[in-house]
Each structure stands twice: as structure tokens, then as C-alpha cells.
């Protein structure tokens, strides 16, 4: 497996490995991949496995508070699945974010992705404590706006 940061020439492939990722996964513009390429390229992560795109991590330090990094979209092609992509990815996303003296890296996931809860927690990730608890899954109303609940995940960086 090689990790290599997304570039313009990748993001066909890349898009072709994210409509694989419904319901958890909605696909954005072309131009929005083009600006994680370019812009953001240190954070976007590919894990490229015999040539092809079998994972990606989307993510992007916040320019409100400069120590956190969220990750917006995480996903394994299905036939890659617990071979530690996602594994990797997160590290390299951290590796950047300790070399940048982040602290925090953080995302959400909606409640109900039980597989999505269990690789976060087996990366330790932790579970922000929410408003209510649904199967096992700590949940905050609202979090991205009305109606949108969400689990909330986050890992320090370099504690
Ligand atoms: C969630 C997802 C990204 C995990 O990717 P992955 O590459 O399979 O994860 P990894 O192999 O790196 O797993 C790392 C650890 O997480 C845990 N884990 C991952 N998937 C798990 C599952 N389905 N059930 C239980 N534990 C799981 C394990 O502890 C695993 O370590 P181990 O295999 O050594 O035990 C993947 O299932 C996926 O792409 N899902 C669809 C898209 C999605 O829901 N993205 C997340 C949106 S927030």
C-alpha cells in the first residue's frame, strides 16, 4: 500500500472509489476535489493498493483554530476493507498534523454507521459525550444544523 496525497489527475478515480460510499458518502463537484488537491493536498491522503485508489481521507486544519483538524469524508473501497487503510490514512493525516503542532484531529459520523463508530473507537478515536446515547453511539442534536444530529469523534495529537 502507498500513501500519496490526492492530486488533479487522481480525482476520477478518486470519485469512482466515493460513489461506492452511499449513504455515508455523498459526492461533491469535481471542483471541490479540485480544491482539496491543490489546496489542501498535505491533509487528502490516497492509499493506493496495485495501482488503483483504495482509500481516501478528505480533511483540512481548521483556519479558526490552527491546532485542529477535522476530517470531512473517510473511505476504503469495499474489497480493502480492515486491512488497515483507513489505519494509515488517519496516521498520515496525524504525522502531518504533529509536524503542523496540531492537537486535535476530529469528525463526525452519522449515528447509525455502526462500522464507521467501531473503526473510529479501534483507532482511538474517542466518543464525545452528546445529548442522548442511540445504540451504544453518543449523539449531539444539531451539531451540523437543525436536525442534523451527529456523532462526534476526536483524537489529540501528540499527548
Ligand atoms: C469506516 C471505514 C472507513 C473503515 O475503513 P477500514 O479501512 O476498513 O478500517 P481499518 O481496516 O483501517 O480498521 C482500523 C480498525 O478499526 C476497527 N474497525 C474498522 N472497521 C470495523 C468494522 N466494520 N467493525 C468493527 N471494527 C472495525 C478495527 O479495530 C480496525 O482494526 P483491526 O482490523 O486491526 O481490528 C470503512 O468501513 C468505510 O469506508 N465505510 C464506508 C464509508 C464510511 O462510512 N465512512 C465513514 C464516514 S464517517
Given at each position: 500500500m502507498i500513501i500519496t496525497p490526492l492530486t488533479v489527475g487522481r480525482i476520477p478515480d478518486l470519485e469512482k472509489l466515493l460513489a461506492l460510499g452511499e449513504p455515508y458518502i455523498r459526492l461533491r463537484g469535481s471542483s471541490d476535489y479540485w480544491l482539496y488537491a491543490t489546496l489542501f493536498a498535505n491533509t487528502c491522503p490516497l492509499a493506493i493498493i496495485d495501482g488503483q485508489v483504495a482509500g481516501s481521507v478528505i480533511a483540512f486544519r481548521s483556519q479558526?483554530?490552527?491546532?485542529q483538524i477535522y476530517l470531512q469524508d473517510v473511505m476504503t473501497h469495499p474489497s480493502h476493507r480492515r486491512q488497515g487503510v483507513t489505519r494509515a490514512l488517519v496516521e498520515e493525516v496525524h504525522r502531518q498534523g504533529a509536524l503542523w503542532g496540531c492537537r486535535r484531529l476530529f469528525l463526525t459520523s452519522e449515528p447509525d454507521n455502526h462500522a464507521a463508530h467501531s473503526a473510529w473507537l479501534g483507532l482511538g478515536f474517542s466518543n464525545r459525550s452528546g445529548d442522548t446515547s442511540e445504540q451504544g453511539v453518543s449523539v449531539i442534536y444539531?451539531?451540523?444544523?437543525?436536525?442534523k444530529h451527529r456523532a462526534v469523534y476526536e483524537r489529540q495529537i501528540g499527548s
Open positions: 479558526v483554530d490552527p491546532s444539531d451539531y451540523k444544523g437543525p436536525g
